[in-house]
């Protein structure tokens, strides 16, 4: 069955990075658009980056731009979301999701990774 | 602020039918891209529910609808159940940001 698996989140100061990884596994990885989606606490969905499927296309909300940093690797069917300069603002759980096109829906979610940005 | 608006909150008793609008604006949904629907549970991830204005994934009942006129979406949920209590998302694309955007969420109170 389709799993997405986040993992790399924890507690960090302002300033500092972290990376997240999501492990994908029982759909076609290499064929598909990922995306990063936040939450904050009690908050709604904040969409964060777009990857495509052959890389072409990377897309960044405006609060990251700059600081954040999308990469996959096809072959061991993982996305990558490195975060510099972390804010206290950047605190949230950070979901994986797949997209059925680019600029599509979100049909497959893991299950998040918390980010926590705190001095 | 979200670029996409839906009310706060929405509520009706079990068996009501609710609507759940999200409006945009002529970047995004009046520009013809696809309105997605998601569901959330407290403490899950978000559940795709309704994908390209009005289609249902395999597993969504039918009482789960969507449609989208002009620059607006809706959600439509009838026969309503508790289990239909939890927060609702719409989603769509905008040219004008390059960006995916959600609307700010809806909750939704079973009485």
């Known amino acids: 069955q389709v799993q997405l698996v986040e993992s790399g989140g924890g507690v960090v100061q302002p300033g500092r990075s972290l990376r997240l990884s999501c492990a994908a596994s029982g759909f076609s990885f290499t064929s598909s658009a990922m995306h990063w989606v936040r939450q904050a606490p009690g908050k709604g969905l904040e969409w964060v980056a777009l990857m495509s499927s052959d890389r072409s296309v990377k897309y960044y909300a405006d609060s990251v731009k700059g600081r954040f940093t999308l990469s996959r690797d096809n072959s061991n069917n993982a996305l990558y979301l490195q975060m510099n300069s972390l804010r206290v603002e950047d605190t949230a759980v950070y979901y994986c999701?797949?997209?059925?096109?680019?600029?599509?829906?979100?049909?497959?979610w893991g299950q998040g990774s918390q980010v926590t940005v705190t001095s | 602020q979200s670029v996409l608006t839906q009310p706060p909150s929405v509520s009706g008793a079990p068996g009501q039918r609710v609507t759940i609008s999200c409006s945009g604006s002529r970047s995004n949904i009046g520009a013809g891209f696809d309105v997605h629907w998601y569901k959330q549970l407290p403490g899950s991830a978000p559940k795709l529910l309704i994908y390209g204005d009005s289609n249902r994934p395999s597993g969504v009942p039918d009482r789960f609808s969507g449609s989208k006129s002009g620059t607006s979406a809706s959600l439509a949920i009838t026969g309503l159940q508790a289990e239909d209590e939890a927060d609702y998302y719409c989603?769509?694309?905008?040219?004008?940001?390059?960006?995916?955007?959600f609307g700010g969420g809806t909750k939704l109170t079973v009485l």
């Open positions: 999701a797949r997209g059925m096109y680019s600029s599509g829906p979100l049909d497959y």
């Open positions: 989603q769509s694309y905008d040219s004008s940001l390059s960006a995916v955007i």
